[in-house]
């Protein structure tokens, strides 16, 4: 089965930029999604089709992908950032997660 | 303002059956796809299965398939995931989700979570 490997932990102090990459074979031909999930609440999209914004989602989030890697980028994050955030994509029919990323605001 | 509304905590034995619920309100129901998803208390996120309740058309995820079932109602606006025979093992957040077609298949929309606790 199609597997999705993110790092357990991310941590960043403020005013810096954190990155939480997203591993997975052939990820540059599949629409890659990321999601927050802050303690408690239901997911929420933040990024959809590797690099687009929700509405409503502030410009600091941002996607990109290269390679066999997708990567969620928050920059300078606001402690309201701290959460878990996960990939996903849709590998023949089938929805694949990656394990989820805490990120941390020092 | 697009809804999706699921039914409250339960707590079963070994054995029972369960059936939960999804209501989606403000958009056509019949014309979006709804999955579901699993979170065990501490850990991430699991695909269990889509449905497109316009025709009932069903699709699992396979470390799912048999385990559960995913069903809809038209005429309520509501999906349902259903158990025939709980296990420990199937304690859990249950999370359902609307497939946004103009999102690249994103989940855009999700319920608020539906705990499901069993134990003898």
């Known amino acids: 089965s199609y597997e999705l490997t993110q790092p357990l932990s991310v941590s960043v102090s403020l005013g810096q930029t954190a990155r939480i990459t997203c591993e997975g074979y052939n990820i540059g031909s599949k629409n890659v999604h990321w999601y927050q999930q802050k303690a408690g609440q239901a997911p929420l999209l933040v990024i959809y089709?590797?690099?687009y914004r929700p509405s409503g989602i502030p410009a600091r989030f941002s996607g990109s992908k290269s390679g066999n890697t997708a990567t969620l980028t928050v920059s300078r994050p606001q402690a309201g950032d701290e959460a878990d955030y996960y990939c996903q994509l849709w590998d023949t029919s089938t929805g694949v997660f990656g394990g989820g990323t805490k990120l941390t605001v020092l | 303002e697009v809804q999706l509304v699921q039914s409250g905590a339960e707590v079963k034995k070994p054995g029972e059956s369960l059936r939960i619920s999804c209501k989606v309100s403000?958009?056509?129901?019949?014309?979006?796809?709804v999955g579901w998803v699993r979170q065990v208390p501490g850990k991430g996120l699991e695909y269990l299965g889509i449905i497109y309740p316009g025709d009932s058309e069903t699709t699992y995820s396979p470390s799912f398939q048999g385990q559960v079932t995913i069903s809809a109602d038209k005429s309520t606006g509501t999906t349902y995931l259903q158990w025939s025979s709980l296990r420990a093992s199937d304690t859990a957040i249950y999370f359902c989700?609307?497939?946004?077609?103009?999102?690249?298949?994103?989940?855009?929309?999700w319920g608020q979570g539906t705990l499901v606790i069993v134990s003898s």
């Open positions: 089709w590797d690099t």
């Open positions: 403000g958009y056509n129901f019949t014309t979006s796809w």
């Open positions: 989700a609307r497939r946004n077609t103009f999102l690249a298949l994103a989940f855009d929309r």
